[in-house]
């Protein structure tokens, strides 16, 4: 099994920026795709930004030019910088990775989900 740990959420005024952190442990082989995905009060769980192992990203046309996702193959992280945050990007932000994890028999295809992490924009 593979856990995901978020870290860098928090409040942060109109404008403003934050940089969400997501670290991948556990019985990994490989990491194929990273993501980022929000939820807000009320609403159905949403696509942010994903990147590949090799680097391509996708993006929710409502952070295109403001989000910017990369990671650390290195260190199984992803990231996320947020710039000129705007109220509606309030919600918990969710980190997901696509891997293959180590078991006795060889490796098998997963697939995880961090706890989530709150991210407050206050107009």
């Known amino acids: 099994q593979v856990q995901l740990v978020e870290s860098g959420g928090g409040l942060v005024q109109a404008g403003g920026s934050l940089r969400l952190s997501c670290a991948a442990s556990?019985?990994?082989?490989?990491?194929?795709?990273m993501g980022w995905y929000r939820q807000a009060p009320g609403k159905q769980r949403e696509l942010v930004a994903t990147?590949?192992?090799?680097?391509?990203?996708n993006y929710a046309d409502a952070v295109k030019g403001r989000f910017t996702i990369s990671r650390a193959n290195a260190k199984n992280t992803v990231y996320l910088q947020m710039n000129r945050l705007k109220p509606e990007d309030t919600a918990i932000y969710y980190c997901?990775?696509?891997?293959?994890?180590?078991?006795?028999?060889?490796?098998?295809?997963?697939?995880?989900w961090g706890q989530g992490t709150q991210v407050t924009v206050s107009s």
């Open positions: 997901n990775a696509d891997y293959y994890s180590e078991y006795s028999r060889g490796v098998r295809r997963g697939s995880s």
């Open positions: 556990g019985s990994i082989f490989s990491i194929d795709a």
């Open positions: 990147i590949t192992s090799g680097g391509s990203t």
